[in-house]
């Protein structure tokens, strides 16, 4: 993404009804005035300024973090987000996982020829706002245009590069008996919010995603001086997947009782209309920490009022639970403690339950 | 992308006549037996292990250098390259420009349902192959799938982290007047063997493109002691748009003899035919350097020997050359002496000269 300007005269300034041409991605003059109108003007800072292969940044006082998603939400606005802020969320998320302090993202667009210039500008402006808020710049990226029926409008990709501080590092291999697991919030609205957008379904609900970067609740409970072994954030797939994978990787079990995990009465209704379970749906900024037993009731403290800070739907506020703890035995799995009292072992989703949720 | 095994049965090894499904993007156990077949497979270090949501890397002995490309390229397999060689060599190519050492990738695949296992499997052990012969490895990985005919195939993003030392960076800020400017090979042969691999084209050659990582001669100029004052890796839009870049970027005069331009004959009679300007043909394995006037020869004995060594197709071997100077005036333009003696200023490609071609 080079950004300097052209001695040549440039075409005139994008119009709002402007569509994206496959010259828009050819590396030439139409190439520049995209990147200057739609990305520069959004994405401002000294690196996007510069307009070099790649940016030079500033040394990071720990160790490097890098992750990546790509994402292909269906329809790309939602209610209470867009593909933009999805992508930002996403990978920001991702590295605060690792018990890292999220800073640089890259952004890869690949764009379907006759998508609107209007609809890639406030994709643009959300992705901006959504990384002001994350605290995290972004410093370079790419474009390419497909032809028409080639790509589903727009595909972006995000990579993420933050630091974590010795001693500071969350990972499975953390994770110990005792451990206390918790969840930042209710689950599934992401993708009930998803659903309810896409056409056909005739889902009527207020319900908006809850997207958003869980970056500051995670640091919150490392700077509260609690032991957090573990964090995953809730994406495809859901709590229950997020707990399957954790559990097999650590080759403990994690225990939960189901009738803890909060799940609000929209996301109940609509899953049973649809015939899901609430631990399967996707969640878009909610995570789940697992801590040392000890630190239990300080955690949910702390989750709770970063939730109280952060909660975007003043009607239906999110809240943190204690879900469960790790246990010896049966390594590997997951134990669920239904409404009825009984176990369940629970198991990844065997295929795809909602496709392009993220 | 999570790799630890599953308690749960995992379907049945994916045959090699196997096509991608949805449900291998859905987040579940399909997924996790595509990651774990294809990519863990091939990719295979402590971070895919781990399965983690990002990749704790070691710390950087230098600033962090981050960079992206997506590569939509069609057809995916071309003569000398696919997409998956072109996904790694494009990134680390990029970090190379900046005077960095290339260390991490990450990679995101949009995937069409119907994509075929065999297909993706070969793209996935090029990017392997690519990666360790340019020293660089893929710690983390998202694997998207979309609707039959909502993407062309396979889309792959990179993310690339490298490192650079002080005074070692390459940027547009440091090129002055008297530096001179040299190509490290002959350009336009990526462009021409793509068009070439088009249906319906009818144009014969046995040219390969010349996909390649540069990271090597970019490092062995710098280790030389060359005073490297900016490089730009030649892609879409070719030398031509490098140059125009560059020179708007950094205010100056880029003045080059385009009868020192290496283009072989395969490439020119190829451009003649499809009415190409050479100079304007995308690469995937030359780059322009501008280095310290006084060095010119040095630097072009230091490229000489790195083509010699890299040098993939032995009847045409390609050669690097000092193709012009850094002046004054006119500031800001790309000044051509042409074969005819006379001089014409370069412009940007105004639209799309080879759409995906990268």
């Known amino acids: 993404m080079t950004l300097p300007s052209c001695p040549l005269p440039l075409p005139d300034s994008l119009d709002e009804d402007a569509l994206v041409t496959l010259a828009h991605g050819g590396g030439g003059r139409l190439m520049r005035r995209l990147i200057e109108d739609v990305f520069a003007a959004e ?7 510069e307009g070099h292969d790649g940016a030079i940044l500033e040394a990071l006082p720990g160790r490097p973090v890098l992750t990546t998603d790509s994402f292909v939400v269906s329809p790309l606005f939602f209610p209470g987000g867009d593909i933009g802020e999805l992508a930002v969320c996403g990978t920001v998320n991702d590295l605060a996982m690792c018990g890292a302090t999220p ?5 890869g667009f690949v764009i379907e020829e006759g998508f609107s210039i209007a609809d890639l500008r406030r994709v643009v ?4 706002r959504a990384a002001a808020s994350a ?4 410093v370079t990226g790419d474009t390419k245009v497909v032809e028409r029926g080639k790509a589903d409008g727009l595909f972006i990709n995000t990579a993420g590069l933050g630091f974590v501080r010795d001693g500071e590092e969350t990972r499975p291999s953390r ?11 209710d689950v599934g609205r992401h993708g009930v919010a998803v659903l309810a957008a896409r056409e056909g379904l005739g889902l009527e609900t207020d319900l908006l995603s809850d997207c958003a970067p869980v970056a500051g609740a995670a640091r919150a409970l490392i700077d509260a001086g609690i032991e957090v072994h573990c964090m995953r954030d809730l994406t495809r797939g859901g709590l229950a997947t ?40 996707a969640n878009e900024g909610r995570f789940v920490a697992i801590v040392r037993g000890a630190d239990a009731e300080r955690c949910l403290e702390v989750l709770a009022s970063e939730a109280q800070a952060a909660s975007r739907d003043a009607l239906t506020p999110f809240a943190p639970a204690l879900i469960g703890e790790v246990r010896q035995a049966p390594a590997g799995r ?14 990844m989703l065997s295929g795809e339950q909602l496709p392009r949720i993220c």
Do not use: H
């Not at 605290?135 to 972004?138: D, K």
């Not at 997951?334 to 198991?347: K, P, Q, S, Y």
């Open 175 to 185: 994770v110990e008996v005792g451990d206390a697991i918790l969840v930042s919030g």
């Open 135 to 138: 605290g995290v710049q972004i």
């Open 125 to 128: 402006r959300s992705m901006a």
């Open 103 to 107: 800073r640089y993202l890259t952004t």
């Open 43 to 49: 994405f401002d800072n000294q690196w996007m300024r």
């Open 334 to 347: 997951v134990l669920a403690t239904t409404t009825t009292g009984a176990e369940r072992l629970l198991g």
């Open 242 to 281: 997020a707990l399957v994978e954790l559990a097999t990787s650590v080759d403990l079990c994690l225990s939960i009782d189901e009738t803890k995990v909060p799940v609000i009465g929209a996301v109940r209704g609509a899953a049973e209309l649809l015939g899901l379970d609430p631990l399967y749906v």
